[in-house]
């Protein structure tokens, strides 16, 4: 049985146009199904307003999906009471793209990685700040550093804290909603280590959502492509980078820079009309699927 299987979401966002115009109706996550298995790196990529993120947080209910099945280990998280969905996020957590707006300047970063702890009553307040000095030495910050604010730390030392807040209840999967894409080339390649490294020695499975495909084709063993609110092409990363197969899919990879300025360049410019976008997945190679 899968960790995470994601079947049929749909979320459509209702947009006012006017007094005088109807409202019109945007298809961000539009019929989206994958499935993650425990222990995986698992791959959404997209450009900016795809859908990626939003799928990511109606997987955790942070936006409340107009319809489909999310299951977590077999249990529909879609149908959980608000009580029974506050104990399942202690499985289940995120860590933001932003580490500069996701954390509260008002507090101490000690008291930011406490909260899930204090939110959940869990331990003693002595236990409590135990376990925040362990986090902060598991994402390779100074534990004396707990007292200070998050302007006191650099964009990737944040993302550090972020991490550490989400690890905080031992959760089982992790989605990673562009987490290192704010950060400088320098810091992400540090940040990507530090979550490939808690990855193996927690046990964890990501949902690793971005837009760098070069950084997903090297950390994730499957990916998902999504184009306008749809999965146009699923494979493994072996697969889908070797044998493109959607229009979308090989214009996102034309479009990565060459690490040569004179090798070969050719760019592919998307054309919509050459596609049906709502043709549905097909199995175009093993453990490759293709909306074609």
């Known amino acids: ?6 079947r049929h979401l749909v979320k459509h966002f209702v947009r006012s146009q006017g007094l005088l115009r ?44 107009t319809s489909g099945e999310v299951l977590f280990r077999g249990e529909n998280v879609l149908h959980f009471t608000r009580q029974r969905m506050r104990m399942a996020r202690r499985d289940m957590q995120i860590v933001f793209q932003d580490p500069y ?6 507090m101490r970063v000690g008291d930011i990685v406490e909260e899930p702890l204090v939110i959940h009553d869990l331990g003693s307040k002595t236990e409590r700040r135990a376990r925040v000095a362990e986090l902060f030495q598991l994402v390779g910050l100074e534990p004396g550093h707990i007292t200070r604010y998050p302007h006191e730390f650099s964009g990737g030392q944040r993302q550090r804290i972020g991490i550490a807040r989400a690890l905080a209840l031992n959760p089982a ?23 490939m490294g808690l990855k193996e020695r927690l046990k964890l499975t990501y949902l690793f959502i971005a837009h760098d495909l070069r950084l997903v084709e090297h950390i994730c063993g499957r990916v998902a492509v999504m184009y306008m609110g749809k999965i146009v092409e699923l494979g493994t990363a072996q697969a889908l980078f070797s044998r493109p197969t959607h229009p979308y899919t090989k214009a996102l990879l034309s479009a990565i820079p060459v690490l040569d300025p ?10 919509p009309a050459s596609f049906e976008r709502e043709a549905p997945l097909k199995e175009i190679g093993a453990h490759h699927w293709a909306a074609v």
Not at 40 to 49: I, R, T
Not at 173 to 195: G, M, P
Request: proline share 7%; with cysteine; aromatic share 2%.
């Open 101 to 106: 707006s996701s954390l509260n300047p008002r």
């Open 262 to 271: 004179d090798g070969p360049r050719q760019r592919i410019e998307l054309n």
């Open 22 to 65: 109807p409202p019109s109706v945007v298809r961000a996550v539009d019929d989206v199904s994958f499935t993650i298995d425990e222990g995986e790196m698992f791959g959404l990529v997209g450009e900016s307003g795809s859908g990626k993120s939003t799928t990511g947080r109606c997987i955790l209910r942070l936006i409340e999906p």
């Open 173 to 195: 999967l992790i989605i990673a909603d562009e987490a290192v894409s704010a950060l400088d080339v320098s810091i992400q390649a540090q940040v990507v280590a530090l979550l």
């Open 1 to 6: 049985m899968p960790l995470l299987e994601v």
